[in-house]
């Protein structure tokens, strides 16, 4: 539970601070692409097996990432 | 096994980006902290199991993200 808690909330901080520095230079892109198809490959995997424990962590995942590579383009310039 | 080869392998392109510019001020390092805990905790809860492929992902992830912490405070001035 608390392993799930940690992973699944690990964008947090940096989306907190992309928008607060609105600066995402040093950021790298291809790392938020890269979790965000892993999290929401593991979604459609819990999907297909109906377990809504690995739906709900990596469904807010997928949320999370997706938000921070919509702050990545936002602030890139 | 795609999903968790994406998860597992998604600190690496910020690793490389951070090694080539030296620079990480855009980084949030308690991202780094918040999934390093996560999978520490994943790793030790896979021994705990004694199941291999939560221990060998969430290792390698451990690993990584330890790495790029160390570059956090190498390159962070």
């Known amino acids: 539970m608390l392993a799930g808690f940690f992973t699944t909330l690990g964008a947090l901080p ?12 040093d950021v ?7 979790i965000w ?3 929401l490959l593991w979604t459609v995997y819990g999907i297909l097996k109906m377990d809504w424990p690995i ?23």
Chains 1, 2 share one sequence.
């Open 37 to 39: 198809v892993g999290v």
């Open 28 to 34: 790298s892109i291809y790392m938020f692409y890269t």
């Open 55 to 77: 739906i709900i962590t990596n469904g807010i995942s997928t949320f999370l990432n997706g938000i921070m590579i919509y702050f990545y383009y936002k602030y890139k310039n």
């Open 14 to 25: 940096q989306i907190i601070k992309a928008y607060r520095s609105k600066s995402v230079g």
